[in-house]
């Protein structure tokens, strides 16, 4: 089981972990120890999780959340195959959490009429600097 909140556990039967041997230098111990961990939830079937906080986490997880409705972890980061297991978790964990948080809503402001008739002396002032660079050509 994998804990979010208090409220919000999911089974580890939503989760699928596989295992496999993970890439890069590493001699015998990289060629015979599966030690890479890739972690699939299936976020749309998942029952754990409200439908606003299914939509919240397929934005939050950007390249992680594939066409199937899937967000899919690797890691391959230490030589534990115990160790990268924890941290796939853990990374799925703060996902949720950040999906859980519901953003707030953006108030649209209008700038003053000082700060507005400020920017468009700026703006004059200086169409009248390169106005002045010109080269008149008298006929």
Known sequence: MLRI?????????EI??????????GGQHVNKVETSVTLKFSVINSASLAESVKKRLESIAGQKY??????????DKYRSQIRNREVARSRLASLIKSALII????VKTKPSKLVNKKRLDRKAKRGKLKMLRKNKVED
Do not use: A, M, Y
Request: aromatic content about 4%.
């Open 66 to 75: 594939n066409k199937k409705g899937q967000i899919v972890i690797n890691v």
């Open 16 to 25: 699928l972990e596989t295992f496999s041997r993970s890439s890069g230098p």
């Open 103 to 106: 953003p707030k809503p953006r």
């Open 5 to 13: 909140t208090d409220k919000i556990i999911i089974d580890d039967r």
